[in-house]
């Protein structure tokens, strides 16, 4: 079985460390200890799979769950890491077992401020949350890695339900 990516996801320009985020002065680097090949994902914002890998297959568990942000209170990052273990439960496939490692790399806060952004204000001002996913196989060995970045509604767990339903929806096609 072959991956197939997008002609465009496989031009240096889709490649995260080539893109303006990476190369920004306010990246905030999560989990992932190598960036170079993950690229622009349809529905994440950057992917890569293993070659041959079908995630669909898979039951996912979560693994290890940190959080690299000082925005969230202790409680706060329980609730987070339910929400990740519910949508990765989600995942059922046969063919066996993976591991999901997941950080919160981003947290923004809901605010009210950001309303007047032309064009934008209106979703700006809502909370964000960006995880980083490493997802490995019973072997140990690294078969997929995600960065995702997402907002919604005025509570940080809007925006933490929304970055794990895309990469739960994202790991059901692929």
């Not at 190598?34 to 690229?39: F, T």
């Not at 202790?74 to 339910?82: A, H, M, P």
């Not at 960006?130 to 907002?151: C, L, N, P, Q, S």
């Amino acid at each position: 079985m072959f991956l197939i990516l997008p002609l465009d996801a496989l031009s240096e320009s889709a490649l995260l460390v080539n893109s303006k985020e990476y190369k920004d002065k306010d990246f905030i680097k999560g989990c992932i200890s190598d960036y170079s090949d993950l690229v622009e994902g349809n529905d994440v914002n950057w992917v890569w799979i293993a070659p041959g890998v079908k995630l669909a297959d898979f039951r996912v568990t979560l693994g290890k769950f940190e959080n690299k942000s000082d925005e969230l209170r202790s409680s706060q990052v329980g609730e987070i890491k339910s929400i990740f273990q519910e949508f990765l439960g989600k995942l059922n496939g046969e063919k066996g077992f993976l591991t999901a490692d997941v950080c919160i790399y981003e947290v923004q806060k809901f605010s009210q401020g950001k309303a007047w952004i032309p064009f934008a204000g209106g979703h700006q001002m809502q909370a964000g949350v960006g995880a980083e996913a490493i997802v490995k196989g019973g072997d140990g060995k690294t078969v997929a890695k995600f960065r995702h970045f997402a907002r919604e509604g005025a509570r940080i767990e809007d925006a933490a339900q929304e970055v794990a339903e895309d990469l739960m929806k994202y790991m059901k096609k692929n």
